[in-house]
């Protein structure tokens, strides 16, 4: 494995958040909504589907779109936007890739059928199949059909789907709160109060679109005390452990995936935990408040490849929800079934902690001023700290007094010194290794430059700023010194 496999572990200028990672023969392929860099919208570009060797996860390549939202017949200017996807690999051999349509910063996004393509290939051109579909041959949409996950579990193909607003049961008043859903969903009043929210699970006939069971409903049936404070939002994903089914979702905090485990495939899920959240909240007892980064929406699963199990998860830039980058981190799954919330960090895919030589800015792990929001569906409430770019050039903007920049972890061990490219305002970076690296006012990129020793050992890089007005941060490098 080469050097250097950070996250964001695909390019700079690739965002392709909702990742549903999945190992076909000796590859692994990621699955996932495609965000527009400085988007002002959720997943405005087509699909593209990135994959690397199981055995070499620095070589992420993709061969271009997959597969066009003008492909699908329900396509129309105001239902443009495909949502996150995910795909299964039918009896017949064949991939099918399944997916919802949405408009403008999800408008209409909960009131589609599922959509499916098929392809022969994990990552060829995909062609569009047609709805998942009741038995009669009507479209299955009188539940709220939003982002699928499929599982081919010996041969059954199940389907999980949903969303739910536990917050409306804060509203008093029944009619009230059903008027509202139904507003939201763009359902009829009749069915919201009918129960049309939540997580759902159907198998599917082997033509891999006709529901062949009664929807399930898998959210209610988690137990755990813990539960109360994790609830299911969106994001269903599925995945089976030995005879275990682990069902991954995105909480109603908005910024952590949660599981919970079953040995049934259609309820009986017992909650286990976070997995990761994108502000490292929860993270060694990490109050919301004290948020490592800007965090929002989050959406992913888990997948064991050559032998580690990962968790894929996407991190926000631009000071906006629509620009979403795909992140990994290594994990455990213990003795006991259980998986350890993982840490946010630069390196999660490396197989280990990064050595010195140059590296992106935007790697960044942990971004904060101390006060950092959280958002959902929302862009630039307020100035802060974030990742940008103009044109090719990827950089940190918004360095405030005080904004501290994190980078986990590095291998290091005798002399080296550190230089960073930065511009702005005059004042100083500090590091924890004792190292102060002075920046004059400058309105081109400079190379600042401090020396540090430490002895061997596994180290945080944390830039701390302290001065007047606002910097930014284009890259770095820690050399050798002899």
Known sequence: MRQGVFNPFLPLSAYIP????????DRVYLFGS???????????????????????????TSKGPNYSARQDP??????????APDCVQGKDGRFYLYYCLSGDKGQGGYSNPISVAVCDTPDGKYEYLGTVRNPDGTPFTRLVNFDPALLNDNGTIRLYFGTDYPWLERIPFQHIRYKTLSRIMGKPIADVAAGITGAYHVTLADDMRTVTSTPARIDSTISGTAYQDHKFFEGSSIRKIGDTYYFI??????????????????GGFVYGGTIVSNGDIGYQGRKPKDRLNRTG?????IECINGQWYVFYHRHTHNTDY???????????????S??????????????????????????????????????????????????????????TGITDGTTIAYKYFSLGGKYRLSLTVRGAQGVFETNFGAVLSIGRQDKWTTVQADFQVHNGIYPLVL??????????????????E
């Open 18 to 25: 909702d990742g549903e990672p999945h190992v076909f023969g």
């Open 34 to 60: 495609h965000d527009k860099e400085s988007g002002d919208t959720f997943c405005m570009l087509d699909y593209e589907i990135w994959s690397a060797p199981v055995d070499d996860l620095s070589l992420w």
């Open 74 to 83: 329900l396509y129309s200017e105001t239902m443009r936007y495909m949502y």
């Open 249 to 266: 979702y995105s909480t109603v905090n908005n910024h952590e995936l949660c599981y919970a485990t079953s040995t049934r495939p259609d």
């Open 297 to 301: 929406n989050n959406h992913g699963s």
């Open 323 to 337: 620009s979403r980058q795909a992140c990994a981190e290594r994990i455990q799954i213990l003795p006991d079934g």
């Open 339 to 396: 998986i350890p919330q993982a840490e946010c960090t630069s390196c999660g895919l490396n197989g280990g902690p990064l050595k010195g030589g140059t590296y992106p800015a935007v790697i960044c792990c942990n971004l904060t001023n101390g006060r950092m929001s959280h958002s959902s569906n929302s862009a630039g409430r307020k100035p802060e700290p974030c990742i940008t770019n103009t044109g090719e050039e990827r950089y940190i």
């Open 464 to 481: 701390t700023f302290r001065g007047k007005g606002r910097s930014e941060f284009r890259d770095f490098s820690i050399t050798r010194r």
